[in-house]
Structure formats: C-alpha cells, structure tokens
C-alpha cells in the first residue's frame, strides 16, 4: 500500500505539470484569468491543508502527552530534548555554512546590477524579532494555540500537561487512558486525511504551473539549480552524518520517509507532511514517546532547509545589487541568522520574512526579496522537502542515542513457503511476527 500511495504521488505531480502546462498555454495570456482558473486547481491543496491544520494541534497534544506519560522520568525528559537540541543547534550551523559557502563559490547574483528604486517589498519585517519570538513561545491560552496552529505554543503546554500528569502517578491514570484513546482516533482519521493527498500534490503544482508557466524555470534556471545543488549537498552530509549513528539503517529511513517528503515537496507545506511522517517514524522503529517529543521542536527549531535558504538568498541579493560584503559581514549576518531563524515557525511567510527582517539590519535592499517572489514556490518545495529530511534524521538518531531504536515494521510479512506438513508451523511465525508489530505499536 505504501509503494501504491507514492506511485500515484508522483503520477499526481506529473499530471499537475501536464495539466497546468495546458491551462497556461489557454488562459496565460491573460493574467487575472490564469490566476482565477489557478485558484481552482488549489482549491484542492487550500481542502487537504485546511484537514491537515485541523488535526495537527490535536495529534501534536495527544502523542506528546502520551509519550511523557509512558516516558515517567523527567531526567529521560530533559537529556532527550538536550540532545536534540545538541543536534539542531550542529544541523543549523552546517545548513547556513553551506548556504554562504555554495552562494560565494556560484556568485549567482552577480551582473544582474539591479538598481534600488525604494519600492516595498511587500513582506512585514517587523513580524520578527527576537523578544516577540521569546514571548510566542509561552502560550496564554491552550485554546488559542490550538486554534492558531501555534506548535511551540502547544508543545510547551503539552509538557506542562504530561509532566504533571507523571507527577499525580495513579489519579491521572484515566487521564492517560484518555489521552492514549485520542492518540489513536487522530491516528485513525489521519489515515482518511491522507487518502487525499494525490488530489492534493496534483492541485498545488498544476496551479503553479498555470500562473507562471514551465518558463520561470527556465528563466530562473540558474539560480534554482546551484540551489537546489547546495541542498542536495546538504542532504548528504545530514544522511553521512545519520550513518555514523544509524548505520546503514539510514538507507532504510530513506525508503520509509519517501512519502511525507513527496508531500512535503509538492504542497510546499511541513504541516502537511507531519503526520504521514510520525506514521512512518513509527514503522521505522523510533517509538512514539520519543518522536511525539522530538518532532514537533525539530518543527520548530530544526529547519534546515529554510536556514541554507536564508544565508543563500540574503547574500544571493546583494550580489543582484552589486554590494560586495566582506567575509567577516557574512559570517555576522550567518550568527544573527542562527538567532533569528529561530522565530520562523510562529511567521507567515516564514523564510521570506527571515531573509528581509536580515536584509534591514544590514542595510541591504529589503525589495531585492520582490526579485525572488516569482520562483520562491519552487524553492520553498525544496527548502520544505530538505527540513522533513532533517527532522526525521534528527529524531532516529536521537533515538538511537537514547538506546530505543526498535525494529522495523515490514510493509508485508511473507507467506511461508513451507511444505504442507509444516503449514501449523508457518502460522505460528505469522502470528508471532504479527504479535511482535502490535507490541512495537504500542511502545
């Protein structure tokens, strides 16, 4: 079944592209028009992202609860979230250090010689800064958090809410029943949410095609590509670095997060990816109580693809403006990025927002961002794709670490091909395979 969802994933993708082609060369010409018959391709996008933001604030909650109840020693608590930040705050640095090394060595922005007219960007820079980012991340209502999607918010709460729960020990026992029970309903209509998936991804790219035609990408082609080169590089090093630990596990890993990376890619959106890819973490081997909990910081500060493309397009900028920066101003404006990034989960617009609020602090031209805005839906495909990939690096080898990494769950167990006389015995290992699944399920 897994094999079959992403066949047709990436059946959709080619369709949307086919599609979106068609419809731009009847309605392109006109652009108000392409935009409308756009707005209806991702009608079906705006329908699956809307599902998906109504059962993330409730599955975060549940399955983080869940795993601190089952977890019961705060100091697990503590080393677990210490060493994923150990991770984050390494994965960080390399991402933005590549992001200036591979912008340097392209210098893709030189002898474009744009000219400053004063123009506004269009994105609100002062959505970011880092005491607001502090203060956002203490909810002052679990209902409004919820209500507003705000995953730091709710993953503060929810470690409040298990923590204590693990204090009370017996009396909040019906307590954690409930939770487990909810665990498992947001499990349940995930699965229906994610039937619609394909409509989804076809949805999202046939309505980009349709506004901005397959020539953007030609047009642009340069500056897509040497990024796009700087975040597979990126990859490597995160999937060299999963090996030390992982071994070659980290090729099975490959193989069990192609789906939520698919979605990822196509809808542009890690919200739409994170269920599917708890799912797959589960079947992987990393337990619930130790994803539930790392996970949703890695959503929050483990965005590594969004950080390569901060330090790539503020530099990338002002080389389109002829502004030499010394070495020593990247390196500055690489430490600010490692502070500001931060704050890009709680931003709309998050990595535009980052790169303009960097782009004021140093003088440089915030409207070069208006530059980018035409192809910032195929680099945000891939920038999503890339945090996906390093979260679900981050959080196995976290669990590895942490001497939790169980085994696998087949996609299928094989049938015994055994001869008639030994079929009692066949049936017992299908069942203790069967057996050994559902226990692993339930840890």
């Avoid at 340097?104 to 002062?126: A, I, M, R, W, Y």
Wanted: hydrophobic letters at 55%; glycine letters at 8%; a negative charge.
């Amino acid at each position: 079944m897994a094999k079959r969802l992403t066949s047709i994933i990436l059946i959709a993708m080619i369709l949307g592209v086919l599609v979106g082609y068609v419809a731009n060369q009847w309605v392109g010409a006109n652009a108000d028009q392409a935009k409308d018959v756009a707005s209806y391709f991702h009608l079906l996008a705006d329908i699956f992202l809307h599902l998906i933001k109504m059962i993330i604030a409730p599955l975060v909650f549940a399955t983080l609860v869940s795993g601190i109840a089952h977890m019961g020693d705060s100091a697990a608590l503590g080393r677990i979230g210490g060493r994923a930040l150990l991770w984050f705050v390494t994965a960080s640095l390399i991402s933005l250090s590549l992001g200036l090394v591979f912008v340097n060595f392209f210098e893709p922005g030189v002898g474009l010689n744009l000219v400053q007219s004063g123009v506004d960007s269009g994105v609100d820079t002062k959505a970011l800064n880092f005491r607001d980012f502090v203060l956002h991340i203490f909810p002052t209502s679990m209902v409004e958090a919820m209500a507003s999607n705000a995953i730091l918010q709710i993953v503060v709460f929810s470690l409040f809410f298990g923590v204590g729960l693990t204090a009370i020990g017996e009396r909040g026992k019906p307590i954690v029943v409930a939770v487990e029970a909810l665990v498992e309903l947001m499990l349940q209509i995930t699965s229906y949410v994610m039937k619609m998936a394909p409509l989804a991804v076809f949805g999202a790219i046939a309505s980009v095609v349709t506004v901005q035609g397959l020539g953007v990408l030609v047009t642009f082609g340069q500056l897509i590509g040497e990024f796009y080169l700087a975040l597979a590089t990126l990859w490597l090093i995160l999937g060299f670095a999963g090996f030390l630990v992982l071994g070659k596990r980290i090729f099975r890993l490959a193989r069990y997060i192609r789906e939520p990376l698919l979605i990822a890619y196509s809808t542009a959106s890690s919200e739409a990816a994170y269920p599917k890819l708890l799912e797959q973490l589960d079947r992987f081997g990393v337990p619930r109580r130790i994803s539930s909990f790392v996970l949703p910081l890695g959503y929050s500060f483990n965005l590594d693809g969004s950080m390569m493309y901060a330090a790539f397009a503020t530099i990338f900028i002002a080389q389109a403006y002829g502004i030499d920066l010394p070495m020593s101003t990247q390196i500055t404006i690489l430490l600010v990025l490692m502070i500001t990034s931060k704050g890009i989960a709680a931003v709309p617009r998050a990595s535009l927002v980052v790169v303009a609020a960097t782009l004021a602090q140093f003088n440089l031209p915030v409207e070069g961002v208006a530059f980018i805005l035409a192809i910032d839906q195929f680099l945000d495909m891939g920038r999503t794709a890339t945090n996906v990939v390093g979260n679900a690096i981050a959080t196995s080898v976290v669990t590895k670490w942490e001497g939790m990494l169980e085994v696998e769950e087949p996609d299928y167990v094989e049938p015994p091909h055994a001869p008639a006389h030994t079929a009692a015995g066949g049936m017992a290992g299908l069942d203790l395979a069967s057996d050994m699944v559902e226990d692993k399920r339930k840890g």
